[in-house]
């Protein structure tokens, strides 16, 4: 895949265009073909690339390292706790240092202003790997599952129940580029952040028209009624409080097998995982026929090395 400039960066899915999108997720179809063959591609041969956790992570860090092995790079990994980002070093002053190191920066942060500040002192590209306010390489792994599954093309009815949070607001930029119906419900104060991707949204008119086909509501039985893809995440997310209280509101809006009938009978479900089984998904669920998720979980290694190819390769 060429690129177009000379540093591009994955801070939200708003970076790539819908075309790049897909490019990515047929690229990543290819590594998955390739891998079970047993075959590697060494694009990334000579390269380094920092992968930065200031959160906990199994699959993100895992597949990434994978990737960049696989690619033939060699990884570095840093751990907030165990580097000086955790004692108050600036976003900026690191990202100078590690743009002498590495070829590229893997990050899971809070905040979207530290990864912007750090894509910005970068001279190498940077990649999200999960922040406060968007995850886009799971997503990435989540379309490329539903294009395997459910919808080569992509504009099959997409559901997403539960906690508004980086997973809802990543869904939507996806839907806002690619024009796919989306049904997103959520309760009342827990609600995606529409107005922050509103802002980020505004420098592309042709993703307004697709605003149309985005429903939100605080209603779970119509947030799944004859969907083909139904979603959910933890209530739950790194950082956030628990409380029982909470618990107690989001009880409607558990993914069990009475919501699941709502949906079409062929419905594929998805959780971007960790789960809490039993809170806001069942086992009869995550493990039922209609789960997908072991498939997604996989296809982020897949992805993960489209999207390493596409921005750290030169
Ligand atoms: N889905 C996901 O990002 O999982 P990890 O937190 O384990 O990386
Ligand atoms: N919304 C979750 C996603 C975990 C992969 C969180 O941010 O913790």
């Known amino acids: 895949m060429k690129k177009?400039?000379?540093?591009?960066?994955?801070?939200?899915?708003?970076d790539l265009t819908p075309n790049e999108l897909l490019k990515i997720l047929s690229r990543a179809a290819y590594y998955k073909k390739q891998r079970k063959q047993k075959k590697l591609s060494a694009y990334l041969k000579g390269?380094?690339?920092?992968?930065?956790?200031?959160?906990?992570?199994?699959?993100?860090?895992?597949?990434?390292?994978?990737a960049v092995n696989e690619l033939g790079g060699h990884s570095v990994s840093l751990q907030s706790d165990s580097s000086q980002l955790g004692r108050g070093e600036t976003y900026e002053d690191t990202a100078k240092?590690?743009?002498?190191?590495?070829?590229?920066?893997?990050?899971?942060?809070?905040?979207?202003?530290?990864?912007?500040?750090?894509a910005q002192a970068s001279s190498i590209p940077v990649i999200n790997a999960l922040s406060d306010f968007c995850h886009p390489c799971q997503?990435?792994?989540?379309?490329?599952?539903?294009?395997?599954?459910?919808?080569?093309?992509?504009?099959?009815?997409?559901?997403?129940?539960?906690?508004?949070?980086?997973?809802?607001?990543?869904?939507?930029?996806?839907?806002?580029?690619?024009?796919?119906?989306?049904?997103?419900?959520t309760p009342q104060g827990y609600e995606a952040q529409v107005d922050e991707i509103k802002k980020y949204a505004a420098k592309f008119?042709?993703?307004?028209?697709?605003?149309?086909?985005?429903?939100?509501?605080?209603?779970?039985?119509?947030?799944?009624k004859d969907v083909s893809v139904v979603n959910t995440d933890t209530w739950f997310s790194m950082g956030q409080e628990v409380s029982d209280e909470k618990r107690k509101l989001f009880e409607?809006?558990?993914?069990?097998?009475?919501?699941?009938?709502?949906?079409?009978?062929?419905?594929?479900?998805?959780?971007?995982?960790?789960?809490?089984?039993?809170?806001?998904?069942?086992?009869?669920?995550?493990?039922?026929?209609?789960?997908?998720?072991?498939?997604?979980?996989?296809?982020?290694?897949h992805v993960q090395k489209a999207v390493l190819e596409f921005l750290v390769r030169k």
Request: glycine letters at 6%; charged letters at 25%.
């Open 4 to 14: 177009t400039a000379s540093k591009r960066d994955l801070l939200t899915l708003f």
């Open 47 to 66: 390269k380094n690339v920092a992968l930065v956790f200031e959160k906990p992570s199994t699959r993100t860090k895992v597949s990434f390292d994978v």
């Open 97 to 118: 240092v590690l743009s002498r190191y590495v070829q590229g920066i893997v990050i899971r942060t809070f905040g979207q202003e530290g990864l912007e500040e750090l």
């Open 139 to 185: 997503v990435l792994a989540d379309l490329l599952t539903i294009q395997e599954h459910k919808d080569k093309k992509l504009q099959t009815t997409v559901s997403y129940i539960g906690d508004g949070n980086n997973m809802t607001n990543t869904w939507i930029m996806a839907a806002l580029m690619l024009g796919f119906p989306l049904k997103v419900a």
């Open 205 to 224: 008119p042709a993703y307004q028209k697709n605003w149309k086909n985005i429903t939100l509501s605080h209603d779970p039985e119509d947030g799944v």
């Open 252 to 301: 409607p809006f558990q993914l069990n097998a009475s919501l699941m009938k709502k949906a079409k009978k062929d419905a594929i479900v998805l959780h971007c995982l960790p789960a809490h089984r039993g809170e806001e998904v069942t086992d009869d669920v995550l493990d039922g026929p209609q789960s997908r998720i072991w498939d997604e979980a996989e296809n982020r290694l």
